[in-house]
């Protein structure tokens, strides 16, 4: 088998450090102390625990006096503590703080929580504190001491703790902000759950000395001939053979790495090699080995592409029978987290005859793109820059390309993720086009083999309320055009659907980011009543060929799957803190919408749309 050695590349952007970041890949793999369970917390709306009553905060003193972070108890009966986690209530980790406790379901401010654990490191290697998401600032403090801190509530950070971890009686204390910021990404307007908390998993996990921080395999944009491995070591034995092997394949091929820890290899594909698709999900258990480390990752093989008006995967044209959905199970009415929340949802996608999702409007936890690896679901990836926020603000952009960098860095090696989306409904303007330019330059320098996108809006044609008209400048930028449209709901009802005409600047395959009505799942009357299924129903059945009008129509993700929570929808009796767009409502039952949409889903999947 042919190998060569190109000149190493980065993998990540030098993006300067906002906050902690994410240390190695699949640190799960590494697991060395689970911390899921119950932690002691402080509900703290005046951080009083973070502030002194100057209002300094008291961890940017060497030497704090107070702080509860300190975790202190009273040494004896006359010294003053005001404040105890021993004492204190709990909360469950991973899993967001509203929906556990009903006088936290509207809260935003701080919460601290604590954990003390016991844990004895191996000689020899290094410790790591993994936090899979905390919405949406926190602050990390173990035994006292400050190690870090992150912003962004939906993308995993990791502090080292190699030395600073004891054996016994570990306090770790983690101060847990959801308060919104206008300059914030998102900012402070959204149509979702503001959830705060530990929402995701949060454990310890430990690697050698020098480690394979960062690995990337897969076919070689532009030559799928061609496998192609990147990876960087880190630590202090940077030079290093590096070997990948993927043994089903009989495949064995060894590199070095430069002095930097990067290595880089191309070598030809299998013949045998069989791509990894929506009908055949096939994945490989692929080794990457150095003389200190080793990981074992099940990766699937795939190409995507676009060319003319086609999306293509695997070099054939594809149609995307999508859905929209949050990060939420609506049984729990909380934030999704484990792999059974994965599942639930990607079972009920599937039931939809759906081979895609559009997973709105942030990152969601990395099982969902662990389960529709293994399930044959395409993935739309998302960042929170959603509707307005401060585009002329360099630290919003900059927090903006990290939480960016940080969701492709964590799921680059995923098959199932085609797109990554850079926004949502922003609106036009130089500034706002810019900064997403920027967005898109990075997804495009961070990962060269997936298409890049954002959900743009329609808009009007002055003289005639049926034209809907996308010219969004952005739309020269991206791989593919998308837009969300509403006719029917927010623009005329249902009877308005049939006559819309389109008017597409850009000759790009086209895939409806969003469609929908509300629907109170079991509310019946006539199809022009608001808010009835049979609404819901009829813009479904109405839209569904409206679009079809669209020649380079390659996909659509109506929004959405499940209701979700929302403080925007105060509708008593209808809304109740609920978007209602859901095709299945916060009880798990089906909206007769579902089977539209289903019906027309598995006519283009045995039919062939393209075909059409
Ligand atoms: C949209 C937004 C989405 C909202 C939805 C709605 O256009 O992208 O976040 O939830 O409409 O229901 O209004």
């Known amino acids: 088998m042919r190998l060569t050695l190109i000149l190493s590349v980065g993998l990540l952007l030098a993006v300067p450090a906002l906050s902690a970041r994410q240390a190695v890949l699949n640190p799960k793999a590494r697991l060395a102390l689970d911390l899921d369970g119950k932690w002691n917390v402080i509900v703290d709306p005046y951080d009083n625990g973070y502030y002194d009553y100057r209002l300094q905060p008291f961890d940017a003193n060497p030497n704090p006096s107070g702080g509860f972070f300190l975790d202190r108890v009273p040494a004896n009966k006359s010294e003053l503590v005001e404040y105890s986690f021993d004492r204190s209530p709990t909360l469950t980790v991973p899993k967001d703080w509203n929906s556990q406790d009903a006088k936290l379901l509207l809260y935003e401010g701080a919460v601290w929580y604590r954990r003390i654990f016991d844990y004895t490191a191996k000689a020899g290697t290094r410790v790591f504190l993994h936090v899979g998401a905390a919405n949406y600032e926190s602050q990390v403090y173990l035994n006292g001491k400050k190690l870090g801190e992150h912003t962004g509530g939906f993308t995993p950070y990791d502090l080292e703790v190699t030395g600073t971890v004891k054996a016994n009686g570990n306090s770790l204390v983690i101060r847990v902000d959801n308060r919104r910021h206008r300059e914030g990404v998102p900012t402070v307007n959204t149509d979702w759950w503001n959830y705060g908390g530990l929402t995701r998993e949060v454990y310890l996990f430990t690697t050698p000395q020098t480690l394979l921080s960062r690995y990337t395999v897969r076919l070689q944009p532009g030559d799928p001939a061609k496998l192609e491995v990147l990876a960087e070591l880190d630590g202090p034995q940077l030079r290093q053979e590096v070997t990948v092997e993927i043994p089903e394949l009989h495949l064995a091929e060894t590199t070095s790495s430069d002095e930097q820890g990067r290595a880089r290899l191309v070598a030809d594909a299998p013949a045998d090699l069989q791509r990894w698709a929506p009908e055949h999900p096939k ?330």
């Open 283 to 612: 994945r490989y258990d692929v080794h990457v080995k150095c003389a200190s480390d080793e990981i074992v990752e099940k990766i699937g093989f795939r190409t995507i592409e676009v060319k003319g008006r086609d999306i293509l995967l695997n070099g054939q044209p594809i149609f995307l029978r999508g859905i929209c959905l949050h990060e939420e199970n609506p049984m729990r009415g909380g934030r999704a987290y484990s792999r059974e929340d994965a599942q639930l949802v990607l079972g009920w996608a599937r039931e939809l005859n759906c081979n895609f999702l559009r997973l709105a409007h942030y990152p969601h936890n990395e099982n969902m793109a662990q389960v529709a690896d293994e399930l044959g679901l395409l993935l739309w990836e998302e960042i929170p820059v959603y509707w307005t926020i401060q585009w002329e603000n360099p630290a919003t952009l900059q927090n903006a390309r990290q939480q960016l960098n940080d969701l492709i860095v964590r799921d680059h090696n995923r098959a199932s993720v085609i797109i990554w989306s850079v926004a949502n409904e922003t609106p036009p303007g130089e500034a706002r086009t810019n900064f997403l330019r920027q967005l898109v330059t990075d997804a495009r320098a961070l990962d060269g083999s997936r298409l890049v996108s954002a959900a743009m809006e329609v808009r009007t044609a002055p003289d005639n309320p049926h034209r809907k008209i996308v010219d969004d400048p952005l739309g020269e930028f991206t791989d593919i055009l998308s837009f969300n449209e509403y006719v029917g709901w927010y623009d005329g009802t249902p009877e308005s659907i049939p006559l819309v005409e389109w008017a597409l600047k850009y000759d790009k395959p086209v895939v409806i980011t969003e469609f929908g009505a509300d629907a109170l799942q079991g509310f019946h009357a006539d199809n022009l009543t608001r808010f009835s299924e049979e609404y819901q129903a009829d813009v479904y059945r109405k839209t569904v060929p409206m679009l079809r009008q669209i020649p380079q129509l390659r996909g659509m993700s109506p929004w959405i799957l499940c209701d979700f929570r929302s403080p925007r929808r105060l509708l008593p009796n209808v809304q109740d803190g609920w978007n209602r767009k859901g095709l299945i409502g916060e009880n798990g039952v089906k909206k007769e919408a579902f089977s539209v949409l289903a019906s027309f889903y598995a006519e283009i999947r045995d039919q062939g749309y393209l075909k059409k």
